[in-house]
Every structure is written in C-alpha cells, then in structure tokens.
C-alpha cells in the first residue's frame, strides 16, 4: 500500500556534498514522523537523524553541523542534505517513515525504503 523510494547516492570525494531523497508513495495521507538511518559494512544499522510530525529533530552527533533533514509535506517527502562528508560516511542510507494511510480507518504504517549507496572517497 505504501513505498518508501530513496534517490540521490553515489561515489563523492571527501569534503564533497550529496542529498538523498526520499518519496512515499502509494495510499500515502501524510507522513507523521521519518528518518535516515544507515549501515556500513560489517555494522550495525545507526540513526543518523530523526525528524517528528512538527519539524523537531534529533541528530547522531557525528552528523551534527554538515547533515540537514527537512520535508516538503506537499509531495510527501523527506529530503537528507549532506555536506562535508567523510569516508566514515559511507554506507548504505535508509529511509524510515511512519505514515498515515489514505484509507477510511486512517491507520499509521511504519514502512522501510530500500537503500541508497552513499561512498565517500578520493
């Protein structure tokens, strides 16, 4: 019913920039919360940045100062500008969102996307 679709990774150099996006689709009414989360290999999965249903948001300290989340409500999506980036940077950048279904009951659905490759080097 609903998708999450990330957009926007690649191959930059150190101290380059890249934004991810992020698109729910499908019987999408809103998205309340969201998140980028990501995994580097051989790790654990991490929240590298949180944003709630009135724009308060919650940063992973490393990403504090060069990330920045936001979200254009309209077009239900949710953006991740990133500048500054290191190598550590580099892994594999999930979207989380917890939606309202456009459905008659209006239930919430946390819903996963599938990844962006994000690789930080010269």
């Known amino acids: 019913q609903v998708q999450l679709v990330e957009s926007g990774g690649g191959l930059v150099q150190p101290g380059g920039s890249l934004r ?11 998205i309340n919360e969201a998140a980028w989360y990501r995994q580097a290999p051989g790790k654990e999965r991490e929240l590298v940045v949180s944003i709630d249903s009135r724009g308060g948001t919650n940063y992973k300290e490393s990403a504090m100062g060069r990330f920045t ?3 254009d409500n309209a077009k239900n999506t949710v953006y991740l500008q990133m500048n500054s980036l290191k190598p550590e940077d580099t892994a594999v950048y999930y979207c989380y969102a ?6 008659l009951s209006k239930p919430q659905a946390a819903v996963w996307g599938q990844g962006t490759q994000v690789t930080v080097s010269s």
Do not use: M
């Not at 991810?20 to 809103?30: D, H, K, M, R, T």
């Open 69 to 71: 989340i936001s979200r």
């Open 98 to 103: 917890v939606v309202t279904v456009a459905t």
């Open 20 to 30: 991810l996006s992020c698109v729910a689709s499908g019987l999408v009414f809103s």
